[in-house]
């Protein structure tokens, strides 16, 4: 039982470490996609955000980790009754499924923070947005901004 729960805690670490990483790629994606467009501006506005407490409030983000926790319930369920042998098998197959999961439901709520991100900073005519971790200097840190039109509570 120790050791489900401490892969239970591993895998929802490994989520989180892989979503991270990946809101991190998308980010600097689109900040070069869109340098293309801002040379023809005159005016270049670069901002920052906190992708990870925005991430960590989304409501796609939240309903990810609700099915990822479910799906991950419902299998440790099926484990239930099964012999040693058996069971040692199902987990195995069940750890990766569980990880293919994890990352489809992760690529999913990346998608829609990124997608609110760059809709509200067409809105607020931002030319750049990065990740606050990602600039040394300048730059407006706007992630109040952001969950303020994402109606997402501090």
């Known amino acids: 039982m120790v050791s489900?729960?401490?892969t239970n805690n591993e895998t929802s670490r490994s989520?989180?470490?892989?979503l991270c990483f990946c809101l991190t790629a998308v980010f600097f994606s689109a900040l070069f996609?869109?340098?293309a467009m801002a040379a023809d501006t005159e005016k270049?506005?670069?901002?920052?955000?906190d992708t990870n407490r925005i991430l960590e409030k989304h409501p796609a983000f939240r309903k990810a980790q609700e099915t990822f926790q479910g799906e991950m319930?419902?299998?440790?369920?099926?484990?239930?009754?099964?012999?040693?042998?058996?069971?040692?098998?199902?987990?195995?197959?069940?750890?990766?499924q569980l990880q293919?999961?994890?990352?489809?439901?992760?690529?999913?709520?990346?998608?829609?923070?990124?997608?609110?991100?760059?809709?509200?900073?067409?809105?607020?005519?931002?030319?750049?947005v990065v990740d606050v971790n990602a600039l040394i200097a300048g730059g407006k840190e706007i992630t109040e901004e952001?969950?303020?039109?994402?109606?997402?509570?501090?």
């Open 44 to 49: 270049v506005e670069i901002v920052s955000v």
């Open 100 to 128: 293919q999961r994890g990352q489809e439901l992760q690529q999913g709520a990346v998608d829609e923070v990124r997608k609110d991100i760059a809709r509200i900073a067409d809105e607020k005519g931002y030319t750049y």
């Open 73 to 96: 319930q419902e299998m440790e369920e099926q484990l239930q009754g099964m012999g040693q042998e058996e069971k040692q098998m199902a987990q195995q197959m069940m750890q990766q």
């Open 4 to 6: 489900k729960m401490r």
């Open 15 to 18: 989520f989180f470490k892989i």
């Open 146 to 154: 952001v969950m303020e039109a994402m109606d997402i509570a501090e």
């Open 33 to 35: 996609a869109v340098g």
